[in-house]
């Protein structure tokens, strides 16, 4: 049987990128991407949009990504990237920098040197009062990686020690955090 052409305008990348993704409805699921081009997506998760539901994507590394499910598969569901060019460039930078980042030992593109504190044991607040403890993975300038079971909305304004931040990010063993006035304590 001769092969199929190839449909995609774009190559695909396979890269370890975890992230969130909200269907129609507003729930928000946990995903992990199979492969990703810059024009579509296959994502690996428990739930399944319906094809032509719109979703929203929270990535690790991409930041955030529009698009419309295209089909379910069997672990998931693949989508289609809806996005101007300038995004799309942007997203064949970061996955060519994901994919190639181990090989060529590239340093992470980050704007601020990050370190790994000396006691990582430190507390997070909601506005609300609420106190979490948490440990920090690392720390910079403009924000941390920390590890909590708490996964507050990204967003959600938080405190970390006395430093005043956002959530931007959600992973497998924590959220990432950015601070919102640098230097400036609480």
């Known amino acids: 049987m001769p092969e199929s052409p190839e449909r995609r305008a774009f190559q695909r990348v396979t890269a370890k990128v975890y992230g969130r993704f909200m269907l129609e409805d507003g729930s928000e699921h946990v995903c992990y991407v199979v492969d990703m081009s810059p024009g579509s997506a296959a994502l690996q998760t428990e739930v399944t949009g319906e094809p032509g539901e719109k979703c929203i994507c929270y990535l690790d590394h991409i930041g955030r990504v529009e698009g419309v499910v295209?089909?379910?598969?069997?672990?998931?569901?693949?989508?289609?990237?809806i996005a101007s060019d300038r995004k799309k460039d942007k997203i064949a930078s970061q996955l060519t920098w994901l994919a190639n980042r181990h090989e060529l030992d590239l340093p992470e593109d980050r704007r601020h040197a990050r370190v790994e504190p000396r006691n990582p044991i430190s507390a997070m607040r909601m506005v609300d009062g609420r106190k979490y403890s948490c440990r920090i993975i690392d720390l910079s300038l403009s924000g941390a990686a920390i590890?909590?079971?708490?996964?507050?909305?990204?967003?959600?304004?938080?405190?970390?020690?006395?430093?005043?931040?956002?959530?931007?990010?959600?992973?497998?063993?924590?959220?990432?955090?950015?601070?919102?006035d640098l230097g400036k304590m609480v």
Request: hydrophobic share 45%; proline share 7%; no cysteine.
């Open 147 to 180: 590890a909590t079971d708490v996964r507050p909305a990204l967003g959600t304004p938080v405190i970390l020690g006395t430093m005043k931040g956002r959530v931007i990010r959600h992973f497998n063993d924590g959220i990432a955090i950015e601070f919102i």
């Open 70 to 81: 295209t089909r379910p598969l069997d672990d998931g569901f693949a989508m289609t990237i």
